[in-house]
Antibody, heavy 122, light 113 residues
């Protein structure tokens, strides 16, 4: 069965860095686009970034562009999100999510991980 | 960016009654070349990740009970729970995947009256 397991969250000071990972199993990882979506405490969902199945396409939302970087290692079935220059407003649960359709890039999400909590606080 | 606006913010419905959630996009999410609306619906229960319910505005995801249905086209969409069950208490989100940045509605909290 499909599993997405995030890790790497924690408490970090403003201006600090973290690297989130999402280990995927149960499907052919290299055939699917992958996403990061975050949720501030008690708030709604905010899409953060996407990477295509073959890494040729990446897109980051304006609020994180230049600070966060999405990447993947298809040989390790793992998705990453590098978070730099963190701000208090970046606090929240970060989910990885899988495109429902292989290759095509139709970006709705049929599987989500359980999330990893990032807390930016001094 | 396409702004997704959901209404109401919350609603309380009696068990067995109908719940209706609305979602409006600031621009059409209908791709005319394939006549598909790039709109999905998700359910999120407390402490859990979201779960895909509906895609292409009206296609039910595998395993989703048939009391959940989606409708609408262009800019106006609706998620209907035909007969509310206790396990349907959750926050529901619409999402457009017509263009990046992908955007979600603000969410609608469904409770039991």
């Amino acid at each position: 069965q499909v599993q997405l397991v995030e890790s790497g969250g924690g408490v970090v000071q403003p201006g600090g860095s973290l690297r989130l990972s999402c280990a995927a199993s149960g499907f052919t990882f290299s055939n699917y686009g992958m996403h990061w979506v975050r949720q501030a405490p008690g708030k709604g969902l905010e899409w953060v970034a996407v990477i295509s199945y073959d890494e040729t396409y990446k897109y980051h939302v304006d609020s994180v562009r230049g600070r966060f970087t999405i990447s993947r290692d298809n040989s390790k079935n793992t998705l990453y999100l590098q978070l730099n220059s963190l701000r208090s407003e970046d606090t929240g649960v970060y989910y990885c999510a899988k495109d429902a359709v292989a290759i095509s890039g139709d970006n709705y999400f049929d599987y989500w991980g359980q999330g990893t909590l990032v807390t930016v606080s001094s | 960016d396409i702004v997704m606006t959901q209404s109401p913010d919350s609603l309380a419905v009696s068990l067995g009654e109908r719940a209706t959630i609305n979602c409006k996009s600031s621009r059409s999410v209908l791709f005319t070349s394939n006549n598909k609306n790039y709109l999905g619906w998700y359910q999120q229960k407390p402490g859990q990740p979201p779960r895909l319910l509906i895609y292409w505005a009206s296609n039910r995801e595998s395993g989703v009970p048939d009391r959940f249905s989606g409708s609408g086209s262009g800019t106006d969409f609706t998620l209907t729970i035909s007969s509310l069950q206790a396990e349907d208490v959750a926050v529901y989100y619409c999402q457009q995947f017509y263009s990046t940045p992908l955007t979600f509605g603000g969410g609608t909290k469904v409770e039991i009256k």
